[in-house]
C-alpha cells in the first residue's frame, strides 16, 4: 500500500514540488524499513522451523526486488534530493527512475501474489480442517481429513480474491502513474500544481 501511495504521490499531491519530493522519499524510505522487517523475520521463521531458504518463486522475486528498491532509493536520494546534483544529470536519470519505479512496483506485486500462492499450498493443510474425529478416550478434538487446496476451502477462496484484489488495484497505479495528462508539469520549488484530472 504505501509503495504504491509513493508511486502514485506526483499525481495526487497538488503541493509544492519539494514538499511532494520530501514526501516520496519520506514513504519510501518507510517502505525500506518494512522491507528489511520483513526479510528478517523470515530468515529467522524459517531458521527456526528448519525451513529451506530461497526453494519457491516467492523467495526469488523478493530477494531480486529489495536489492532493487535499495539501489532505486539511494540513486533517488542521491540525485533528486541532493541540490548540488547538475539539473542535466537529473533529466538525464529520469526516465530510469519512472521505469525503474514501475518496475519495482510490479515485482513487488508479483512476490506479494506468489507469496499468497505458497501460503495456500504449503500452510493450508496444517491450519484448516475438512472433517473432525473426537476421540472417545480423551474426548479430545482431531482432524481426520484436512483441507486441502483442491477443495476449495474457505480461506484460499479468500485467499484468490484477495489476490486479485492486488492485481486490480496494482493495474490501477500503473494506470494512473503512466497516464501523460496527469503528470505533474515542470513546475518551479514553491509552484502548487493542479493534478488527477482537475480543470
Known sequence: MWLSTG???YRILPLPKRMVKIA???IHVGVLICTIVGFVSVIKFHN???????FSLHSWVGVITGPLFVLQLVVGLVTY???TMPLYSRSLIMPFHRYGGIAIFTLSVISCISGLQEKIFYGLG???CKKYLIDPTTNQTQCQVPWSYF??????????CLGIAIC???GLVVFIATRTEWQ???ATEGETVKLLGAN
Open 48 to 54: 527456526i522451523n528448519d525451513i529451506n531458504h530461497l
Open 126 to 128: 496444517k491450519h484448516s
Open 151 to 160: 477443495d476449495k476451502p474457505p480461506e484460499a477462496v479468500v485467499m484468490n
Open 24 to 26: 516520496h522519499a519520506v
Open 81 to 83: 534530493l541532493n541540490p
Open 184 to 186: 505533474r508539469k515542470n
Open 168 to 170: 486490480l488495484a496494482a
Open 7 to 9: 508511486v502514485l504521490i
